[in-house]
């Protein structure tokens, strides 16, 4: 035993409060013996892991893991000694909980952890060495294997042209997802990843629903949507979300979250007398039966959280109105629910406005273009993309363009919420310092 406490000493852990044994001098006899002391001698190193930490083998099993970490939060326990005692717990935990011990072991064989090799693989992606990144993708799986992670090495492998490892470890990524859910998504993606057409990615669409029935319809409604619409079929988009909707007048937030993908492909596709349609004949009754019934904060949760989800789109502000309006009427005393309702319908309206003007050829292209900063800068979005922004220097000269202080004047009659958002900076001066100086 005096020699396990030796090694443990040396590791950074004590095993008692005992004093070391009396070592005689070299004439025989015992050095001056000194007073007991009854603080507990806190850990001269870091330990270089849990195992040293508890001072126990790899190989130790569960019930000496127990047993090691009860003596020793006695003898560091954390009104005394907080770090020794943290210490001690993390490595408890980690050593008793299976699926964690088992990657903490990986990662001491690999030398490294989940987190530097993920950091590791996006920068050996950007930079072009995949043969690189696949071996790590390959030690990350073995490490933590999850299905996101192997259907990212399948991908890799399908990447470098080894369809036979990609198809085995797509497999790999279907058998550990955790549930079907899971497993449908990963299935969509695939599907995606494979195919370029949309037919042919309706058809595997439509193959997964087939496969899971209580799980899929849902799941790939949108995405089926819009493939369906890239072909100029969009009835057919839409007759699979009706066939969706339940007939229940109370509707469960899983049911009601059909209507709201629903109205958010067809918003996403600009498809707006549909959109207005639906929300105004089965959507807002839908929303006011909730307001009565069991589901009404579940509802109102769905619909708070599909607000805040996504970054801020030009493209979505109408149906973020229309969220904001079933808000109100799911609960009419939400006051958040009326001032985010007026700020996306100010937002919406500006939008429209700003896209009539860049169309306006009695405007002005630099003005266009400042105003398009403007607008940028201020809501965090982008009419326009680089290519864009080229293109209006070749708007067509079908009409003599105003002068800069005539295009304000238009700008305020024509397009006053625009106006109203930039007035401060219309002037000018700002949009055409070259004639201001001259004059």
């Not at 079929?233 to 066939?243: D, I, L, M, V």
Request: charge should be positive; proline fraction near 5%; glycine fraction near 2%.
């Amino acid at each position: 035993m005096r020699h396990d406490h030796h090694r443990l000493w040396k590791r950074g852990i004590h095993l008692s409060n005992r004093s070391k044994p009396k070592k005689k001098s070299q004439k025989g006899h015992s050095p001056r013996s000194k007073a007991p002391s009854n603080k507990t001698t806190r850990p001269v190193a870091q330990p270089s892991s849990h195992y040293a930490t508890l001072g126990i083998a790899p190989s130790a099993d569960a019930e000496t893991i127990r047993r090691r970490y009860l003596e020793l939060v006695r003898q560091f326990p954390p009104e005394s000694d907080p770090e020794s005692f943290q210490r001690i717990r993390r490595a408890y935990e980690t050593l008793t909980d299976p699926k964690a011990r088992r990657q903490y072991d990986k990662e001491r064989f690999y030398g490294t952890t989940v987190t530097k090799l993920e950091i590791q693989i996006d920068k050996l992606e950007n930079e072009g060495r995949y043969q690189d990144a696949t071996r790590l993708l390959q030690q990350l799986v073995d490490i933590a294997p999850t299905s996101q992670r192997w259907s990212r090495l399948a991908d890799a492998y399908e990447g470098m042209g080894e369809p036979t490892k990609s198809a085995e470890t797509y497999q790999a990524a279907l058998d550990s997802a955790e549930t079907e859910e899971e497993k449908v998504r990963l299935m969509v993606r695939r599907a995606h990843e494979r195919y370029d057409r949309d037919q042919d990615i309706i058809v595997q669409l439509l193959y997964i629903a087939d496969q899971y029935p209580n799980t899929a319809p849902r799941l790939i409604a949108p995405d089926l949507f819009q493939h369906y619409y890239n072909i100029r079929e969009t009835k057919k988009g839409s007759s699979y979300f009706r066939k969706l909707i339940s007939r229940r007048k109370l509707l469960t937030v899983e049911e009601f979250s059909v209507y709201l993908d629903w109205m958010h492909a067809l918003a996403a596709n600009d498809l707006l007398e549909e959109l207005d349609t639906l929300f105004q004949t089965k959507v807002k009754p839908a929303a006011k039966n909730a307001a009565a019934g069991p589901h009404q904060q579940a509802i109102k949760a769905l619909l708070a959280d599909r607000l805040d989800n996504g970054e801020p789109d030009r493209s979505n502000f109408r149906w973020k109105v229309m969220v904001c309006d079933l808000m109100k009427t799911v609960d009419p005393d939400d006051a958040s629910a009326r001032i985010h309702w007026r700020a996306y319908a100010e937002l919406a309206m500006i939008t429209s406005q700003m896209t009539r003007l860049i169309n306006d050829l009695l405007i002005p292209t630099p003005v266009v273009k400042q105003i398009l900063d403007w607008y940028s800068k201020d809501y965090a979005l982008r009419l326009m993309d680089e290519d864009g922004y080229a293109d209006l220097d070749d708007r067509p000269t079908i009409r003599q363009t105003l002068s800069t202080k005539d295009a304000i004047s238009r700008i305020q009659t024509t397009y006053p919420r625009v106006y109203r958002a930039f007035s401060s900076r219309l002037s000018l001066s700002t949009l055409d310092p070259e004639r201001e100086d001259s004059g």
